[in-house]
Structure formats: structure tokens, C-alpha cells
């Protein structure tokens, strides 16, 4: 690893926990959305309804998975359909669950981590969410951001992957990909000759781990495995 030039880093799980501010968000949008339209209330009386509701109409739509703003906006176009709400709330209705969803807290180690590489290397972000670098107020610290809606595929599929190192400008080896996923973040970049290291914050042991360069349990590690294999100091 040691002409590593880019590092790209998935952002949900990897730099900051994600499922609890989701769940916060579907909560949010479901007390939004019965405030407006109080007579919801007998077919979805709890937040549980609802995203059994959302489940069921993003299975029926694998093709829009990689855009999870598209997709989410199909789903209240459902809703308004299936209840004849019209469709002049869905914009606001989809803005309440995108401004709590992304009102995510960087982890502190990565915050520093983040400030310490950025001088050295290419930075990057590949993500399959709707996370907004720039509304959350961290996009100084990439160089590129890149979804999987402005790919048109979603990681694990290479496409991503290969778009990311032509933003970059480096070639596979010369980039590592840090991530939470096993299958998307590890196994994708794996795939396409890209170094990878797998953030592992529970410990879990997995057959797959052995296709990570590293393992780390929180990006805060990072440097260290850098340091082992003399990226960092030839970076220096
Ligand atoms: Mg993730």
C-alpha cells in the first residue's frame, strides 16, 4: 500500500453512526406527515405502518436503489396517490426527513483524522446515501464527493468505483477505500484492484474481513495502519 495517493471513504457508519438518525428522521416525517393530514392517523398509527408501507414500495422498485432521494420521493408520490393527498406536499414531506437525516455527528476521531490526511492525500467520499457533505458542513475536507445517484449504480458495482478514481486521477492501487460494508465498501473496491480497509466497530469475525488490507474499529486507526505500511511517512 505504500503509493497509496487517494482515499475515499463511505460516509454512513464509517464517519459518523447513521441508523439512529434515520430512524429519528422516518419518525420526524411520520409526525409531519399525520400533523398534515390528520385522517392517516387510522392507516398508519405508528411509525412501524408507515415504513412497513415505504419497505414494500421500495422492493417493488430495485432499479431505483442506487437513488435513495428518487426513490423516497416515488414513495410519496404513492402515498399521495393511495390517499389522494395531491401532490403539492411532497417537496416539503421529503425535506423533513432529508434535513433530519442529515443531521448526522461526525465522529471525533474522524474529525481529526480527516484534518490530518487531507494535506497528504487526494481525499474522496463514495457513498449510497443521500447524505449531504456540504449541508453537514464537511465538504472542506474532500476533494470530490461521489454518490451512487450521480453514478447511476450504487456500490459494490465497479462502475463507482472506476468513476471515482478517474475524479481522482489516480490509478487502483494508488487508492484505498475505508469503509463500514463488507460487501459494498470492501468487497467492491477489492474488486476493482482498490485497497481496502474495513471499518469493523463491533468486532464481528466474517469469512469475507480476509479481503481487507486492514481492519480497524473506527477510522481513528487509520494513521496507524498507514504508519505500518509506510504510506504515511513516504506521504510525509
Ligand atoms: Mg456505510
Given amino acids: 500500500m505504500n503509493r497509496i495517493r487517494c482515499i475515499t471513504f463511505d460516509l454512513d457508519d464509517t464517519l459518523w453512526s447513521c441508523q439512529p438518525v434515520i ?86 476521531e474522524a474529525r481529526q483524522v480527516l484534518e490530518g490526511l487531507k494535506s497528504h492525500f487526494i481525499i474522496g467520499a463514495i457513498t449510497n446515501g443521500n447524505a449531504d457533505v456540504r449541508h453537514i458542513g464537511v465538504d472542506h475536507y474532500f476533494d470530490f464527493v461521489l454518490t451512487s445517484a450521480e453514478s447511476g449504480v450504487a456500490k459494490p458495482d465497479p462502475g463507482i468505483f472506476f468513476l471515482a478514481l478517474k475524479k481522482a486521477g489516480v490509478k487502483a492501487h494508488e487508492c484505498l477505500h475505508v469503509g463500514d460494508n463488507l460487501e459494498t465498501d470492501i468487497q467492491g473496491a477489492r474488486a476493482c484492484g482498490i485497497h481496502a480497509v474495513w471499518v469493523n466497530a463491533d468486532s464481528h469475525t466474517h469469512e469475507k474481513t480476509r479481503m481487507a488490507d486492514a481492519v480497524v474499529r473506527h477510522v481513528g486507526e487509520l494513521p496507524q495502519v498507514l504508519h505500518l505500511d509506510g504510506v504515511w511517512s513516504a506521504a510525509h
Avoid at 412497513?52 to 432521494?69: F, I, K, V, W
Avoid at 404513492?78 to 414531506?93: K, P, T
Wanted: hydrophobic letters at 40%; proline letters at 5%; one cysteine or more.
Fill in 23 to 108: 430512524t429519528e428522521a422516518e419518525r420526524r416525517f411520520h409526525g409531519w406527515l399525520l400533523e398534515r393530514f390528520p385522517f392517516l392517523t387510522q392507516h398508519y398509527p405508528d411509525l412501524d405502518t408507515l415504513i412497513a408501507h415505504r419497505s414494500e414500495c421500495y422492493q417493488r422498485h430495485p432499479s431505483l436503489h442506487h437513488d435513495m432521494t428518487l426513490l423516497r420521493k416515488r414513495w410519496l408520490e404513492e402515498l399521495a396517490v393511495r390517499h389522494a393527498l395531491g401532490d403539492a406536499w411532497i417537496e416539503e414531506g421529503f425535506r423533513v426527513f432529508w434535513l433530519a437525516r442529515n443531521e448526522v455527528e461526525l465522529y471525533p
